[in-house]
């Protein structure tokens, strides 16, 4: 599967990024923010190659296609209803028990339910049908888009390629520091199980 996303990422480029933003946020499953690291960890392998892509080009496609399935997931809701919705938002993960809880925080907080929202799979894709469902107004719901892209779309690809540079640090250290580092991973995993447990 990795690899036909890294086949169609080398080939079209930045259009697959906007467009795998823009299906995802308009409700076709797919792992965003796997696809955003995976796109960060790979810029950061063929940075020093022939086949050059933009981190910033990237990012800015990135926003540009959660914007648009945001925009486009609130028209739906604004124009089409809540009664369409019930019935086929199933298809998308819009059960009827994700919709309350949803609703609910919404009502309440609506700019920063936009924005906290990118965060959470699944409540992201319902908010902006929430927003239009809920007849948000749309010089509140285009800023908090925009916004909440920006930071999640940039958190995960700069995550991914900088993540992407420290592998090859790794890969250019000798064995002796490879297996150091893989000590003093152990230990702080075992640390960081024996705090859990105890306080369990």
């Known amino acids: 599967m990795m690899e036909q996303i890294q086949s169609l990422f080398f080939t079209y480029g930045y259009f697959f990024v906007f467009l795998f933003l823009f299906c995802g946020l308009i409700g076709i499953p797919a792992a965003e923010e796997s696809f955003l690291l995976f796109v960060g960890v790979t810029l950061s392998q063929i940075a020093s190659s022939d086949y050059r892509l933009s981190l910033a080009l990237c990012i800015l496609m990135a926003v ?56 959470i799979p699944g409540i992201r894709q319902i908010n902006p049908y929430l927003a239009g469902l809920s007849r948000a107004r749309f010089a509140s719901f285009l800023p908090a888009t925009i916004i909440g892209a920006s930071i999640w779309s940039s958190l995960f690809l700069l995550l991914g390629y900088f993540m992407g540079n420290q592998i090859h640090r790794l890969l250019g250290l000798g064995l002796f520091h490879i297996i150091l580092v893989g000590v003093v991973l152990f230990i702080g995993f075992i640390i960081i199980t024996v705090v859990q447990f105890r306080k369990k």
């Open 64 to 119: 540009l296609g959660a914007s648009c399935g945001m925009i486009s997931a609130y028209s739906i809701g604004y124009y089409i209803g809540e009664p369409f919705m019930m019935r086929y938002g199933k298809y998308i993960g819009l059960t009827a028990k994700r919709w309350k809880v949803a609703q609910h925080r919404f009502q309440q907080h609506t700019f920063l339910a936009i924005i906290a929202g990118y965060f």
